[in-house]
C-alpha cells in the first residue's frame, strides 16, 4: 500500500466532511436547528454476522448509513474495503445527500460498507457474504425500491449487484418494481447502458465544463479545453481507468497513472495509449515497466508531477498537509470520495489551484443509477419506443428538402442525419445535461455568494439550500 495509503488527518473523514459543511452553512441563512438536521445522519444499522469460511466461521463487520430521509429512497454505494468503518460510512453517506441534491437526483444519501478485503475471498465465498449482507438488509427493512437502493462503489461491481438483486427478488417475490431495488446491475439483469462508464464519464463532463470558462482559466494561467492538457490519474478502478479513456479520447495527455504497486510516467509527455496500458496491466499484474514509461516506485509521488489536471480516483484522504504544497497541478477534479483533507486543501487554495468537489464531479455515477432505477420501474427500455419514429421523421424531412430543392443527399449522409437515439445515447445526453446544469449552479453561486470563496463551499451551499428547501415544503420546519 502506498499510493491509495492515507496519511492521518486531524480530522475523521465525517469531521472533515461536517466542517466543510459548517464553512458553507455559514455562508447560508438558515436556521441552526434545520442546518443541524441537514448534517445529521438519520439513521446508522451496523451488524455483525457469520458466515462459514473453509472450516471455520468468520465474524463479518458490515454498515449500511441513511443519512438523510428527506427524500426517498435513500440512495448509495456499497463498498467492500479493510479500512470500512462506521466514521467512513457515515462520511460518505452525507456526501450521497448533498451530491443527490446538486445533481436534482430525487433521494436521500447512503452508503454500505463490509469490511473485508474482497482479494482475501473466493468467488464462492464473497458471494455468501453479500447474500448474508442483503438478508440482514432485508431483515431491517433497510432495503427497497422505496426505501434504499445500494449500488457498487470500491470494492464491488455488477456482480455483486446481481447477488443483492437475486437475494432481494427471492424474499419479495410478486414485487413488479422489485429490480429497482439496487442499481448498477449488469445490463442482462435489467442494468442501464452506460452506468458502467457514468463515474468516469460524468468526470470528464464536469471537468470540461468548469475549463471551458476563460477568464477562470486565465486566472490559472491555462487557455480553455480539455484538449491537450496534460492529466495525471491516480487509480485504475472503474473510476480512474474510465476517466483516463474518456479524457484522452477527447485529446488530453495522461502522462503520469498510479496504482498500488507504483506509478509510470510519460517522459514524452504526449500522453499513453490508456488502453495498452490497462492491457498491461492485466497481462503482467503490474502497471510497472509499461514499454516507454518511466517507472516511480513510489506511487504517491505520482501525484506531485507537473501536469495541468489530477485526477485522484482511488480513495479518500491522499492528499493531504504534507504533501499539498508540493502538488503541481493547477485543476484538481476529486473522481474519488474526499481524496483532498481539511489541512490539504487548505494549502491547495492558498496556492490558487482549483479543486472540483467529489460531490459534484463524481455525481455520474448516482446520475445513472437515478436512470436506471426509472428504467426498472418504467418496465422499459430507453429509446424502444421512439427509436424509429425519431429514424423515419428525419429521413421524411431530407427527404422534403431534396424534392424542394432537387440536391441529393447520400444514403451515408442520411444514416448518420437521421440515426435514431439508443439507450445508451439517450443516458449519455440525460448525464452531460445534468452535470452541465449543475456546474452552472455551483459556479453561479461562487461568483454570486462573497461568503463562497471556492467551488466546494459553493456547491456545499447550492446543496444545502435544496434540502433545506425541502424541509421547508415538507412542513417539518418552518
Ligand atoms: N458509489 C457511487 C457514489 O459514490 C454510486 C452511488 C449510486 O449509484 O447509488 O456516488
Known sequence: MSTHSAVKSSYTFNESVQRYFDKAAGATRHP????????????VYQ????????????????????????????KGGIRYSEGVNQDEVMALASLMTYKCALVDVPFGGAKGGIKINPRNFSTTQLQRI???????????NFIGPAIDVPAPDYGTGGREMAWILDTYLTFNPGNIDAYGCVTGKPVSQSGIRGRVEATGRGVFYGTKEAMSFKDDMK????????????????????????????FSEHGAKI????????????PTREGFDVKAVIKHRKDTGSILDFPGAQNIKNSAE???LECDILIPAAIEKVIHGENASRIKAKVIAEAANGPVTPEGEDILLDKGVMILPDMYLNAGGVTVSYFEWLKNLSHVRFGRMDKRFHEYSTRNMI????????????????????????????????????????????????????????LRTAAFVVAIDKIAKSYVELGIFP
Not at 54 to 67: F, L, T
Not at 130 to 140: A, H
Not at 219 to 226: D, E, N, V
Open 32 to 43: 441552526k436547528g434545520l442546518l443541524e438536521q441537514i448534517k445529521a445522519c438519520n439513521s
Open 255 to 266: 502522462i503520469g497513472i498510479a496504482e498500488y504497486e507504483g506509478a509510470i510516467y510519460d
Open 399 to 454: 427527404d422534403l428538402v431534396e424534392q424542394t430543392t432537387g440536391k441529393s443527399v447520400t444514403e451515408k449522409q442520411k444514416k448518420f442525419v437521421a440515426r435514431g437515439a439508443e439507450e445508451v445515447d439517450i443516458v449519455r445526453s440525460g448525464l452531460e445535461e445534468t452535470m452541465i446544469f449543475a456546474y452552472h449552479a455551483i459556479r453561479d453561486t461562487w461568483k454570486r455568494n462573497k461568503k463562497t470563496k471556492d
Open 47 to 74: 451488524m455483525r454476522f457469520p458466515v462459514k469460511i473453509g472450516n471455520e466461521y468468520k465474524v463479518i463487520e458490515a454498515y449500511r448509513v441513511q443519512h438523510s430521509h428527506h427524500k426517498l429512497p435513500c
Open 219 to 246: 486566472a490559472l494561467g491555462l487557455t480553455p479545453g480539455i484538449e491537450g492538457k496534460t492529466v495525471v490519474v491516480q487509480g485504475l478502478g472503474n473510476v480512474g481507468s474510465h476517466s483516463a479513456l474518456i
Open 130 to 140: 453479500t447474500r448474508r449482507y442483503t438478508t440482514e438488509l432485508i431483515k431491517k
Open 302 to 304: 505520482a501525484l506531485e
